[in-house]
């Protein structure tokens, strides 16, 4: 029997790629911020002149899923991570943005190959999304790490 597992040991030579959503940027800087610092304390170069790591914005949640899936079919990158914010509101606008944001996530990796990590945090009110990104817990760091570990991973497979 073989057991294979991810590491954090030879994560550093990654090549990643962020894609981060604008709205609710009070709470997706935040888990770009946790994201980053994971990522430099793990070997991988977040400098402005990184090879290693390039970061996309899109207008909303709803946007990951195609900037996602355009990044990772380069095949320039690794391992993708997702970050975004839905905070419930009057509407069922939450649903339908949650829904399409999850659903094509997890299309797109499982078409490219390429694991995509889900870093979209779905809360029912701002502080709940404000304990999540850096309050509490900054979630950022935890999507850092199911990044390294998954890229390990892919890497332990092939």
Not at 27 to 34: E, P, Q, R
Request: proline letters at 3%.
């Amino acid at each position: 029997m073989a057991t294979i597992e991810g590491t954090f040991e030879n994560s550093s030579s990654l090549s990643v790629a962020i894609v981060i959503a604008r709205f609710n940027d009070l709470i997706t800087n935040k888990l770009l911020s946790g994201c980053l610092d994971c990522l430099s304390r793990h070997g991988i170069d977040i400098s402005e002149s990184s090879q290693q790591l390039d970061i996309a914005w899109v207008p909303g949640s709803f946007e990951l899923p195609i900037v996602s899936q355009k990044l990772a079919r380069t095949g320039k990158y690794e391992v993708v991570i997702t970050l975004g914010a839905v905070i419930r509101g009057d509407t069922p606008h939450f649903d339908v943005v949650v829904s399409e944001a999850s659903k094509g996530i997890a299309t797109v990796s499982r078409d490219t190959g390429i694991p995509i990590v889900f870093g979209v945090l779905t809360t029912d009110t701002m502080q709940q999304a404000l304990e999540r990104a850096g309050i509490k817990n900054n979630l950022g760091w935890n999507y850092a790490l199911q990044a390294l570990e998954m890229g390990s991973l892919m890497k332990a497979v092939n």
